[in-house]
Nanobody, 120 residues
Framework: QVQLVESGGGLVQAGGSLRLSCAAS?????MGWFRQAPGKEREFVAA????????NYADSVKGRFTISRDNAKNTVYLQMNSLKPEDTAVYYC????????????????WGQGTQVTVSS
């Protein structure tokens, strides 16, 4: 049974930073972060391979967000800098056995989500 538990969300002013964490149980997977704003579809944010050697980012967050992992702790992180109001969403981590893809349907396991709110 794979369980993913996100933490680290909250309210921050525009230009601020937050670090999200995703603690995983079970074996090591390729991991991704997605987000969903009210009234919008879930969208890809970032992904990282099992080893941490390969990463991928959505254009909207490239240069501002950094995905990383600590396999000893079985935890994946999303460091979010220079936050903008349009980054406001529920952020989900997800696990896949496939290559770290941008497609939500390729991820089999999902966390419950953590709310990130960026005020202007």
């Amino acid at each position: 049974q794979v369980q993913l538990v996100e933490s680290g969300g909250g309210l921050v002013q525009a230009g601020g930073s937050l670090r999200l964490s995703c603690a995983a149980s079970g074996r090591t997977f390729n991991m991704g972060w997605f987000r969903q704003a009210p009234g919008k579809e879930r969208e890809f944010v970032a992904a990282i391979s099992r080893s941490g050697g390969n990463t991928n980012y959505a254009d909207s967050v490239k240069g501002r967000f950094t995905i990383s992992r600590d396999n000893a702790k079985n935890t994946v992180y999303l460091q979010m800098n220079s936050l903008k109001p349009e980054d406001t969403a529920v952020y989900y981590c997800a696990a896949t056995s496939i290559s770290p893809t941008v497609v939500a349907g390729d991820y089999r396991h999902w966390g419950q989500g953590t709310q990130v709110t960026v005020s202007s």
